[in-house]
């Protein structure tokens, strides 16, 4: 077969698939997402990754301490490990507004603090996109800040705070239980 006949089928091959072809599915864009706990305390609705989250677990007795700052609610007994327990609206600044059967302790287990933060309620589980999150706090209450690391965009163009369980057992204020 010449090469001059080679061609021409080669060409007549490549027409009729370059013709027949579909063209390859759109790419998507893939955005990471991040599961979270949500729960609410003084009106904002906050989120902490799950994986800083060791457990989260209803209201249980606590015993007072003596000498100890009025957002320390005392100490629990978590299967054989003592659990500090913190108000944590009362630690921001305000109460809690839930009714006590709602509330639930948020338990974190960070840098060698294992404490629970007593919270209104838990608002379950979900999976955020990374591409969503916001760093810039200027929209945040000055008292929040130093606890978040930033917040996302709620559907309803509010914020979710995201709380930074370092940041807030590294804080000075939060380690300064003991009454002055």
């Known amino acids: 077969m010449p090469a001059d006949n080679v061609l021409q089928v080669m060409n007549k091959l490549h027409q009729c698939f370059v013709t027949g072809a579909r063209p390859l599915p759109a790419q998507?864009?893939?955005?990471?997402?991040?599961?979270?706990?949500?729960?609410?305390?003084?009106?904002?609705d906050w989120v902490v990754p799950l994986d800083e989250v060791a457990e989260l677990i209803e209201i249980q007795d606590c015993t007072p301490?003596?000498?100890v700052k009025p957002w320390v609610v005392g100490v629990s007994n978590l299967r054989g490990k003592l659990l500090p327990v913190v108000d944590f609206a009362q630690f921001l600044g305000g109460q809690l507004a839930?009714?006590?059967?709602?509330?639930?302790?948020?338990?974190?287990?960070?840098?060698?603090t294992f404490v629970g933060l007593v919270v209104d309620t838990i608002k379950?589980?979900?999976?955020?996109?990374?591409?969503?999150?916001?760093?810039?706090?200027?929209?945040?209450?000055?008292?929040?800040?130093?606890f978040i690391e930033?917040?996302?965009r709620a559907d309803d163009?509010?914020?979710?705070?995201?709380?930074?369980?370092d940041a807030l057992v590294e804080s000075h204020v939060f380690q300064d239980v003991a009454l002055a």
């Open 65 to 67: 301490l003596p000498g």
């Open 98 to 112: 839930a009714v006590q059967r709602l509330q639930r302790i948020v338990v974190l287990d960070r840098q060698d």
């Open 124 to 146: 379950g589980m979900r999976q955020l996109s990374r591409d969503d999150f916001e760093t810039d706090k200027g929209e945040v209450p000055l008292a929040l800040r130093p």
């Open 157 to 165: 163009g509010g914020r979710v705070l995201q709380l930074g369980p």
């Open 28 to 44: 998507v864009d893939y955005a990471p997402r991040i599961p979270v706990i949500c729960f609410s305390v003084l009106g904002h």
């Open 150 to 152: 930033g917040f996302y």
